[in-house]
Nanobody
Framework: QVQLVESGGGLVQAGGSLRLSCAAS????????MGWFRQAPGKEREFVAA????????RYADSVKARFTISRDNAKNTVYLQIDSLKPEDTAVYYC?????????????????WGQGTQVTVSS
């Protein structure tokens, strides 16, 4: 069992930055591939970024590649998503997810555990 709790969202002006955190509990955290997804109103949940257990392999959606950075600190059981140069199109609920797979999948169907999400709102 892995429990995930996101934090760090908020209302930010375009061009600003946020660092989202995902605190994980459960003894399997260090071996999980972790991902971030987001879902805007009326849209499907979409892949943002993923990182493997060691942090040595990462994957990003093309739409966020230049501005988002995923990282993890296994000692703190925490995964981060640094978001720079925020745009209004980044407005969404951001979800942390964990996969038992060893690959950084982009498909949400490959993830076993999900947090409740944290709202990111970017104003113009």
């Amino acid at each position: 069992q892995v429990q995930l709790v996101e934090s760090g969202g908020g209302l930010v002006q375009a061009g600003g930055s946020l660092r989202l955190s995902c605190a994980a509990s459960g003894r399997t955290f260090s071996r999980n591939v972790m991902g971030w997804f987001r879902q805007a109103p009326g849209k499907e949940r979409e892949f943002v970024a993923a990182i493997n257990w060691s942090g040595g392999s990462t994957r990003y959606a093309d739409s966020v590649k230049a501005r988002f950075t995923i990282s993890r600190d296994n000692a703190k059981n925490t995964v981060y998503l640094q978001i720079d140069s925020l745009k209004p199109e980044d407005t969404a609920v951001y979800y942390c997810a964990a996969s038992s797979s060893g690959r950084t999948y982009a498909s949400k169907s490959e993830y076993n555990y999900w947090g409740q999400g944290t709202q990111v709102t970017v104003s113009s």
